[in-house]
């Protein structure tokens, strides 16, 4: 049975750093579901350069189709963040998508954000607490309890964090590794021609 994996996406989403975890996860032989945040019922939705990308469901529909979010967890190996402005804080306003992402995170589920939501997304839910993380560039400075780190890729225990637009493809890979293998993730990183 293929590992799944959920990308949550919200207006103004970074459309690199959402489209390439789905690209490369896809390739890797990953289910991936894309699940729209907060659209009022629409599952297209315009990322933070104008490109419009349609969901496969809403959160709200997955959360009541699988029963309750303790069952959704349960079905999901990953949730993926992408960053991007004004996408990372409307991920933050959403009160379903912190608590799935919490929900996931306690479970030893993976959780991988990155760009501007590490910082807006998780350390509010205090999921960077004692952990290793990067993040976008300066965002960093507000943040208290974590160990921040300028790596492009920050992997430490369930929580994958990565830097911005041009680290989705190492960000992707290092999914690709937790999920299925170290050997996968540079498999498909070989296959794009990714250079880390």
């Known amino acids: 049975m293929a590992q799944k994996a959920l990308i949550l996406l919200a207006a103004g989403f970074e459309e690199v750093e959402a489209v390439t975890p789905i690209d490369y996860l896809r390739r890797a032989g990953l289910e991936v579901c894309i699940a729209a945040i907060d659209a009022g019922g629409d599952r297209t939705l315009t990322g933070s350069h104008g490109i419009a990308v349609r969901a496969d469901t ?37 009160g379903e998508a912190g608590a799935l992402i919490t929900a996931m995170f306690r479970a030893g589920k993976l ?30 400075a507000e943040l208290t309890g974590g160990i921040w780190s300028e790596d492009q890729v920050v992997a430490d225990g369930n929580l994958i964090t990565s830097r911005g637009a041009g680290t989705a493809g190492a960000f992707s890979a290092a999914i690709i590794g937790k999920l299925l293998g170290e050997v996968a993730g540079e498999k498909i990183a070989r296959s794009v021609l990714l250079q880390i």
């Open 58 to 94: 809403t959160l709200a529909e997955l959360t009541a189709k699988a029963g309750d979010l303790t069952r959704l967890c349960q079905a999901l190996d990953a949730v993926l963040l992408p960053g991007g402005l004004p996408g990372a804080a409307n991920l933050a306003a959403s």
């Open 111 to 140: 959780v991988a954000a990155i760009c501007a939501s590490p910082a807006l997304v998780l350390a509010p839910l205090g999921l960077l607490a004692g952990k290793r993380f990067t993040c976008y560039p300066g965002m960093e």
